[in-house]
């Protein structure tokens, strides 16, 4: 539940246009990536503040109830940030 209720605050705070509901092609479209981005990266700040000290991706995936189709991202961001936690 916290991944989707990031994923629609993401929405609202990056201005997207609200029209673009189903996806692409080639899967998702741009908008529903950055919302998934931004949701991950408000999950990731508050684990970190709150002190969780999570360092394995997997299992921060699965606390924060976080789709697997954010593996890379959050994999990426563990990495990027592996000095904060």
Same mark, same amino acid.
């Given at each position: ?8 605050? /993401?929405?609202?705070?990056? /201005? =997207?246009? /609200? ?16 919302? =998934? ?14 002190? =969780? ?26 990495? =990027? ?5």
């Amino acid at each position: 539940m916290p991944f989707i209720i990031g994923h629609e605050i /993401g929405h609202l705070m990056l /201005g =997207d246009s /609200g029209i673009a509901y189903w996806p692409s092609f080639s899967g998702q479209n741009s908008e529903e990536e950055e919302a =998934d981005l931004f949701s991950l990266k408000i999950i990731y700040d508050y684990s970190c503040k709150n002190g =969780d000290y999570i360092q394995e991706p997997g299992t921060f995936m699965q606390n924060y109830g976080i789709p697997e189709r954010m593996t890379a991202a959050t994999k990426q961001l563990f990495k =990027d940030n592996d000095d904060l936690m």
